[in-house]
């Protein structure tokens, strides 16, 4: 198994936000988690990366620990985080911000700007502009081209079309879809029913910081009771 999470805890301050999460990514899958605001989706991605500390439970990749490894040291072993804020650097170039996401001991090989530029050639267009002046699904790019740059064998993916428009959302998607056949694997955090639908194979659905479904998107689109007491409004 690629990522393995067991019985995963996470606190903010004197709040327990993870009640024993788990869940699992092999090479080869988009796997989603799925809920609605507030029930721990993103806090497991962060715990996962190191930017929260877990207060209990394992973390491995591919079979090694790394959970209370700084991010860093999380990033450099092949997993790429890419962040609901995006955290672009707007007074820099797109180029710049491409190769600001090159990591020490990233593998050769991999992931350039032109590469990058292959899967969104909208980059490409505003290669010399700086990346404040993007509009959110071109910064939404950016920050999904950054993280290739250092050349994860995971992509965890936080809820990379909130707020865009259904147009941006489409080829969001479509880039993701050909990021993962390109032979990446995608942990993805969504809300959206529609998103989770057109990439992953297999869904997480998290409710007040535990996982409360597991199965493939075929049994969750068949489970009725689930979709309207977890994800419907």
Known sequence: MLLSVDDLHAHY????????????????????????????????????????????????????????????????????????????????????????????????????????????????????????????????????GRTLMGNPELLLVDEPTEGLAPMIVEQVEGILGAIHKNGTPVLLVEQSMETAVALAQRVYVMSKGQIVFSGSMRELQASESVRKQYLEV
Not at 91 to 106: A, C, D, F, Q, W
Not at 111 to 139: C, D, I, M, N
């Open 13 to 144: 301050g004197k709040s327990h936000i993870l009640h024993g999460v788990s869940l699992e990514v092999d090479a080869g899958e988009i796997v989603c988690i799925l809920g609605r605001n507030g029930v721990g989706k993103s806090t497991t991605l962060k715990s996962v990366m190191g930017l929260v500390a877990p207060s209990r439970g394992r973390v491995s990749f591919k079979g090694a620990p790394i959970a209370g490894m700084p991010p860093y040291r999380i990033a450099r072993l092949g997993l790429g985080y890419v962040p609901e804020e995006r955290r672009i650097f707007p007074t820099i170039t797109v180029r710049e911000n491409l190769l600001m996401g090159i990591k020490g001991g990233s593998r050769n090989g991999g992931w350039t700007p032109e590469r990058v530029y292959e899967f969104f050639p909208r980059l490409k267009e505003r290669e010399h502009q700086r990346a404040g002046t993007l509009s959110g699904g071109e910064q939404q790019m950016l920050t999904m």
